[in-house]
């Protein structure tokens, strides 16, 4: 009978796991990600798990114990197999005869690769010793918010001899290691029959003899720690102190985020172009709306987890929910000010705290950022590093609630803290970083991006490494184009480009999304080819509206926020040769194609003050994959030229210099270029048309 849990989540699968049966390396596997999968049980990122079976050495075909565990940088709920390391675990145990202390704890690091069974294994991570010098078969270290809580409260040991006993062990704060794998073979050598450790400030470890029953031990005492908080919670009658402030409602938080969230961004990307994150959670609201903020908030974060994502402490914006944000310049002062003073003072920590041999101080933005009343803004490298600093500092929100619930939170502190952040072997894991990618930190906003040339750039840039806000008018279009993606990456948002409650709406989502906007690539579109006389006023209005009124109306309202972010930006209009060559039955296509070519002349000149550029590509012909010529443009086309539909791609591509046939990812490769290696361009055309003479622009 399965023990009913109420504070994690049960997700054991008898029939999955019986299929594993016998294999003990995929049975640990499979924990793994199911502990995972619960982010009350660990962070992303955070925490580890291991086993430890019988394999054959290799060269002496002996039975030896191997540690199969999560390397270093992995996250145990997508754990896979190449994602661990598997040593000889009788080694990491002779690794005591050559330790030498605490002062000569980083050396250890690099005798891990000593002590390799599996040759493919992921770098052993620093948490490795603690796993190998525990006996039993099978350890999670875990980092749940309700173990946290006790750990980091002010009196842990005694409230975790209240809540377990002697079935519970305790091992004050030390910074992970060798020594304090020592530590924790000392506890339980101390303590027979215990069963788990907590860690002062930082975690949980639990254990047993098979995959389930470390499970389910996990869980147990989890649910102990998370029931003993709720029992206080319920008892005290509030928490943080009580509401301070009310919260706005759903919308005003939003529209008021969406309207920070730029200039937040630019600010925060003073060193390094950032991505944002926004969340109005719950928890978050309790937390910056109560009266406890402005004392828990410059404590910091505890568990270490925890602050390598969200920086030591936050930032409080000195805003009232009601502010009248509509001033840009006295909003963009009161917001630099508060920045400036965050930036001063993490110099200041940096400098009281470092060794002679740390690493240069990294950026001294914040990248938490809470607003009292309406909600929390993270910033990161990307979106999914911004979105797990607010799912981390949300933990650390639930921790302080915890701590302060049965006792009184403390944090680690400042020296152990920057002991941390500032650690070699944390900057080494840093410098291993890949490369980034050239369009990495960029938010990008592709119309028409449901299928064609519009869908093919807004893939280009994805695999570039922008975020893309992909937009179309239809919706069946847009899941079909987004599928494929993680909304870290891309997400989809219906928009009329003739509308502009259409399109604001579009461009206040990718600042709520991703921070704000960095790139505009104007790509909707439609044709009709008619004679004069058959061209009516409604065909006209059409094609202006959804090709000129569109491409005006965007850029408008996107070069607003390119502005308040003040880090430049780029407009790409998909134009067409049209614009330039005059050709049969085409007037108000044409027209409408060469007022978007001088509309982004015109731009270029007004917007490079502000180091925004404008930039046009001229596709001609592109037949196949282009959802244009799935509708009545090619019968059109294909009747003014005296031919069949399916002789078109022949034809265009024997009307062009290099007789090519003009694909959709080839407008793609010219949006690129303009955007990573053309950066020096604007008011430019780059016709992608095979070669066009008529159409030559010089």
Request: aromatic share 8%.
């Amino acid at each position: 009978m399965v023990k009913k849990f109420k504070h994690v989540d049960y997700l054991w699968d008898d029939k999955k796991a019986r299929e594993l049966r016998g294999n003990e390396l995929e049975l640990f596997l499979y924990r793994s990600n199911i502990l995972g999968a619960d982010l009350r049980i660990t962070n992303y990122g955070g925490g580890n798990t291991s086993c430890k079976v019988m394999e054959k050495d290799p060269l002496t075909r002996e039975n030896v114990e191997v540690m199969w565990i999560k390397g270093s940088g992995g996250d145990i709920g997508t754990l896979k197999r190449d994602g661990i390391a598997g040593l000889y675990n009788q080694r990491l145990h002779d690794l005591k005869k050559v330790y030498r202390g605490l002062e000569y704890e980083d050396e250890m690091v690099a005798l891990f690769n000593h002590c390799i069974y599996d040759l493919d294994s992921r770098a052993p991570s620093i948490d490795t010793p603690l796993h190998g010098l525990l006996p039993f078969k099978h350890i999670d270290h875990l980092h749940p918010d309700a173990l946290i809580a006790i750990a980091a409260a002010k009196d842990s040991k005694k409230i975790t001899k209240e809540i377990w006993g002697d079935s519970m062990g305790w091992v004050p704060w030390q910074r992970p290691g060798f020594d304090l794998g020592l530590q924790l073979e000392v506890c339980l050598n101390e303590n027979q029959g215990i069963k788990g450790i907590v860690l002062g400030s930082h975690g949980l470890f639990t254990w047993g003899e098979t995959s389930y029953e470390c499970y389910i031990n996990s869980l147990e005492v989890i649910e102990e720690a998370s029931q003993y908080i709720e029992d206080q919670i319920a008892k005290n009658g509030s928490v943080f102190g009580g509401e301070k402030i009310k919260s706005l409602s759903s919308d005003e938080r939003k529209n008021k985020a969406a309207q920070l969230a730029p200039i937040l961004r630019g600010l925060c990307s003073s060193e390094n172009s950032m991505i944002g994150h926004f969340t109005d959670d719950d928890k978050v609201l309790e937390y910056i709306n109560s009266n406890d903020l402005e004392r828990l908030t410059p404590m910091g974060t505890s568990c270490p987890d925890h602050f390598l994502r969200t920086k030591i402490k936050p930032l409080i914006l000195e805003l009232s929910p009601d502010e009248d944000l509509s001033d840009n310049q006295n909003i963009f002062d009161k917001l630099s000010n508060s920045i400036l003073k965050f930036r001063k003072e993490y110099q200041d920590y940096y400098d009281a705290c470092k060794h002679k041999n740390s690493p240069v101080i990294r950026d001294s933005n914040p990248v938490v950022i809470l607003y009292p009343g309406v909600g929390m803004f993270t910033f990161a490298k990307n979106k999914q590093t911004a979105r797990v600093a607010s799912e981390f500092y949300i933990n650390a929100i639930n921790v302080m609630r915890g701590a302060e619930a049965i006792s009184k939170y403390t944090s680690l502190p400042r020296q152990e803290a920057f002991d941390i952040e500032y650690w070699l072997l944390e900057e080494a894991k840093l410098q291993r970083q890949p490369k980034e990618k050239p369009l990495s930190r960029k938010v990008a906003l592709v119309t028409g991006s449901g299928g064609g040339i519009g869908r093919a750039i807004a893939d280009k840039l994805i695999l570039e490494g922008a975020n893309v806000l992909f937009t179309d008018i239809s919706k069946e279009y847009l899941n079909e184009a987004t599928k494929a993606y993680h909304s870290d990456q891309a997400i989809g948002f219906h928009c009329d480009v003739t509308k502009i409650q259409s399109i604001e709406a579009a461009v206040k989502e990718a600042c709520l999304q991703f921070g704000g906007i960095d790139i505009i690539v104007n790509s909707a579109g439609l044709a009709i080819s008619k004679t004069l006389a058959d061209t009516t006023q409604a065909d006209w209005d059409l094609l202006h509206d959804v090709l000129v009124k569109g491409q005006f109306m965007l850029s408008k309202v996107a070069a607003n926020i390119m502005k308040k972010q003040n880090k430049g930006g780029d407009i790409i209009n998909i134009v067409s040769k049209n614009g330039l060559v005059s050709g049969p039955n085409n007037v108000a296509y044409g027209s409408a194609k060469a007022a978007q070519m001088h509309m982004s002349r015109l731009l270029a000149t007004e917007l490079a003050s502000d180091s925004i550029r404008v930039n046009t590509v001229n596709p001609d012909g592109v037949i196949i994959g282009s959802k244009i010529w799935e509708g009545d443009w090619a019968e059109g086309r294909a009747k003014a030229y005296g031919i069949s539909v399916e002789e078109l791609p022949a034809f265009y591509a024997k009307r062009n210099l290099l007789n090519q046939i003009i694909r959709p990812y080839d407008i793609a490769n010219a949006v690129f270029s303009f955007l990573a290696i053309l950066d020096k361009s604007t008011g430019n055309i780059i016709n992608v048309d095979g070669g066009v003479a008529n159409a030559f622009v010089r």
